[in-house]
T-cell receptor, first 118, second 109 residues
Framework: GAVVSQHPSWVICKSGTSVKIECRSL??????MFWYRQFPKQSLMLMAT?????????EQGVEKDKFLINHASLTLSTLTVTSAHPEDSSFYIC??????????????FGPGTRLTVT | GQNIDQPTEMTATEGAIVQINCTYQ??????LFWYQQHAGEAPTFLSY??LDGLEEKGRFSSFLSRSKGYSYLLLKELQMKDSASYLC??????????WGAGTKLIIKP
């Protein structure tokens, strides 16, 4: 149980275009989903936290107009990178927190999406 | 500020035991997580500690001392497949995960 999927697993796009990444919790309902970015040989950097039906909370330094997050349902959140630039190339990982996970507040991670902007 | 410290890299021998330490300073504490991350993959959950003491799960054990702001992950009977980065993360008073930079573990035959 507790499987999170991401689509696509990798994407190459041209500079100036937009890319949408989907994150789905397959066998549980997620009250909260998190979007992370990870550059090579660095740790995870939280970009934003999204709760179903409400606006995402962005971390300091993350442009909300550039990284659009929509948490449309308890099983789906999307991240859209608008007007992508080469410096946006990174590994994007989502995670989801189970609605009824009990006391652990464990986050289940998707497999990640590798974005390359040319 | 909030801070998680863990060694950048460690090397160990196949079949041996290795301990990866993590110290933290956070605003509040709602548990400490250890995750394993292989290169190019997403993290996978290893352990969760919220009370002091040792939690054992097969070859992996995790220890927590809240008074010292300290945890360690103990890996026994090391296998080559254990070569990965090990991430320590603390859940703060807002239930946000604060992540360490990760410890890259290299296993040698």
């Amino acid at each position: 149980g507790a499987v999170v999927s991401q689509h696509p697993s990798w994407v190459i796009c041209k500079s100036g275009t937009s890319v949408k990444i989907e994150c789905r919790s397959l066998d549980f309902q997620a009250t909260t989903m998190f979007w992370y970015r990870q550059f090579p040989k660095q740790s995870l950097m939280l970009m934003a936290t999204s709760n179903e039906g409400s606006k995402a909370t962005y971390e300091q330094g993350v442009e909300k107009d550039k990284f659009l997050i929509n948490h449309a349902s308890l099983t789906l959140s999307t991240l859209t990178v608008t007007s992508a630039h080469p410096e946006d190339s990174s590994f994007y990982i989502c995670s989801a927190r189970d609605l009824v996970a009990g006391d652990s507040y464990e986050q289940y991670f998707g497999p990640g999406t590798r974005l390359t902007v040319t | 500020g909030q801070n998680i410290d863990q060694p950048t890299e460690m090397t160990a021998t196949e079949g041996a035991i290795v301990q990866i330490n993590c110290t933290y300073q956070t605003s509040g504490f709602n548990g400490l997580f250890w995750y394993q991350q292989h290169a190019g993959e997403a993290p996978t959950f290893l352990s969760y500690n919220v009370l002091d003491g040792l939690e054992e799960k097969g070859r992996f054990s995790s220890f927590l001392s809240r008074s010292k702001g300290y945890s360690y992950l103990l890996l026994k009977e090391l296998q080559m497949k254990d070569s990965a980065s090990y991430l320590c993360a603390v859940m703060d008073s807002n239930y946000q995960l604060i992540w360490g930079a990760g410890t890259k573990l290299i296993i040698k035959p």
